[in-house]
Structure formats: structure tokens, C-alpha cells
């Protein structure tokens, strides 16, 4: 499992097309908690961010939010409701200070259709994350608990680092958006974080997990959280500066 779970918009646009997109529209900022669009809104414009993270949220029927996903730097929101013509069928909301480029959606179109590329690129980006979801749906079949959990929390890693080479990641996501985002129950994201934590693979504040070792949690947490009977030994490194993975197998 890697941390680097997709490639980003930005990163699979050529330079050269992208500062010509970015051309197009015009900086934007965003407070913590301030809307970058909202659900049932027309789809307009688009934005790409530039630094920060946004949350991803949906209304159910019961006027709850819950939180669809997390995005950080170099993607584009909020594509398909101006390429569909059709209302946004989410929310965006920073979750910190957010920066970006806001595109008026004909600029965006035209943009679109004078550079197949970056075209391609648009309609891979909804192919990437279609098969999020339809990944995540088979996960709720064939995943247990403890597994999705780690896989959220390996995504939500790369999101939040604070570059490519982050060693510690600080995930400011409470228990109760991480159940939202791996589909369980509250207290089943409170039992395995407790594991985690035992085996020295996070720590947990209030509000957020914090990833001591990224490279050791990737390597030991899936082992962990699925609980196998050679798991119980394996023990992460809290941060050390000699990251090697414990593995004292009893006899």
C-alpha cells in the first residue's frame, strides 16, 4: 500500500498548460469553515487548490452532513457539474486556510476543448474517482474494519503531509469523520486506533491521529489491523530515528 494512493490533476497536467489554465481565472482564499461551493448550487466555476485542504460533504435525506472525502493540493473541484450543466452534488468547505485558482466555467469549457490533454486528463480525474468509489464499496464487502480504517488513514496521510518527503503526519480528522469516511461505526474506529497505538504505529490527540513514521506505519499497519496471528508482535518505531520494524515472533 502506498501513500501516494493517486496523482494529483496538477501533477498529470504539463506544466505549460497548466499556468495557461491557472491564467484563466483568477487567486482565490478561503477561511477555515468558508464554502468553496455548496450542494444543490449551479455548477459555474471550478477550482483548483493551491495550498490547504477542503472537505467533501453530502446532505442525507435527514439534512446530516457526511463527509464523502478529503482533497489537498493540486486538484480540481467541481468539474463535472460545469462540464454536465447540472446542480453540484456536494459540499466544499476549507478546512483550514485554503488557497486556489477560481475558473469561470466557459473559460474552463474552452480551455477544455482547445487542450485535449488537459481534456484527457479532466476525464481520467472522474475515472480515478469513480473507482475510488467503487473501491471503497467493495471494501465494505470484502474489508474488514480494521483494514478500511488503515486504508483511510494511508489517504488521508498522503492528503495532510506537508510534503512528499514527511516523515510525522498529522491527520486532523476526529473519530467520528474517519468512521464517515471508512463506513463503520464510531466505536469500531475507537478500538483499532487504540491498537494502533499499542503497537506505536499513531498517537492521538484531541480532534486528530498523528502518524509518528509514515514510512513504518505503511509497512506494519495493514498487518495489524487485520489482526493476523503473526501481527501481535509487530511494533512500530513512534518516530525513531532508527526506523526498523519489530517483529519478536514468539515460538
Known amino acids: 500500500m502506498s ?15 497548466l499556468t ?7 487567486s482565490a482564499r478561503y477561511r477555515a469553515g468558508q464554502p468553496l461551493m455548496g450542494e444543490g448550487e449551479p ?23 457526511h463527509l464523502l472525502g478529503v482533497r489537498g493540493p493540486g486538484e480540481l473541484l467541481g468539474e463535472m457539474a460545469c462540464i454536465e450543466d447540472r446542480a453540484r452534488s456536494a459540499t466544499v468547505l476549507a478546512h483550514g486556510q485554503v488557497t486556489g485558482v477560481k475558473i469561470a466555467k466557459g473559460a474552463f469549457l474552452d480551455f477544455v476543448v482547445r487542450h485535449p490533454r488537459t481534456a484527457l486528463e479532466v476525464g481520467r480525474q472522474a475515472m480515478i474517482r469513480l473507482r475510488a468509489v467503487e473501491r471503497r464499496q467493495t471494501q465494505l464487502v470484502s474489508r474488514d474494519v480494521g ?3 488503515v486504508r483511510v488513514l494511508a489517504e488521508m496521510a498522503a492528503i495532510f503531509a506537508s510534503g512528499p518527503d514527511a516523515r510525522e503526519v498529522e491527520i486532523p480528522l476526529s473519530h467520528d469523520e474517519l468512521a464517515q469516511l471508512a463506513f463503520v461505526a464510531k466505536v469500531s474506529v475507537q478500538r483499532k486506533l487504540r491498537l494502533l497505538r499499542e ?37 512500530g518505531c513512534a518516530g525513531s530515528t532508527d526506523c526498523r520494524l519489530t517483529r519478536a515472533f514468539s515460538p
Open 199 to 235: 503497537r506505536r504505529l499513531v498517537t492521538t490527540r484531541y480532534g486528530k491521529v498523528v502518524v509518528p513514521c509514515l514510512s513504518c506505519f505503511l509497512h506494519s499497519a495493514m498487518a495489524v489491523a487485520e489482526g493476523g496471528k503473526s501481527s501481535n508482535a509487530i511494533m
Open 3 to 17: 501513500a501516494n494512493l493517486y496523482a494529483r490533476f496538477c501533477d498529470r497536467v504539463s506544466q505549460p498548460e
Open 43 to 65: 455548477g459555474d466555476y471550478v477550482v483548483i487548490i493551491r495550498s490547504g485542504q477542503v472537505k467533501v460533504l453530502a446532505r442525507d435525506g435527514r439534512g446530516n452532513d
Open 20 to 26: 495557461q489554465l491557472f491564467r484563466c481565472g483568477h
Open 147 to 149: 483494514t478500511r480504517l
